[in-house]
């Protein structure tokens, strides 16, 4: 096993699809692509390549830290009680384990993703 793994921002493979949970969905109709690309430690550390259309959703990290790179596309996060800020294409940022808080993509969403589980 190589402990090397390029992600590829474009994968030719098909993604997973879903749909936010109907307990977590604010407005619109936003649809989500995953291209997981790579798990480590027993299930601990995933990465990959995550798609979302417009809309907005309630995001609950948990037991869950995430480091996000946006590839395309703008999106607005706002932690329950704090004030929006908009990432956009080359920004990077971490919801860490706790974060709770509004997702709302305005323009459709590509990011890198790598989540790990505390």
Known sequence: MSLLKTIDTNPSFAPRESRPLPERLISGDPSFKTWAQDVARGEMIHTGIWEATPGETR??????????????????????????????????FVMKPGFVGIWKTIETVRKVYVTVMA
């Open 59 to 92: 995001s609950i990290k948990g037991e869950t830290f995430e480091f996000c790179h946006i590839l395309s596309g703008v999106i607005e996060l706002t932690p329950e009680g704090g004030e929006p800020v908009t990432y956009t294409a080359g920004d990077s």
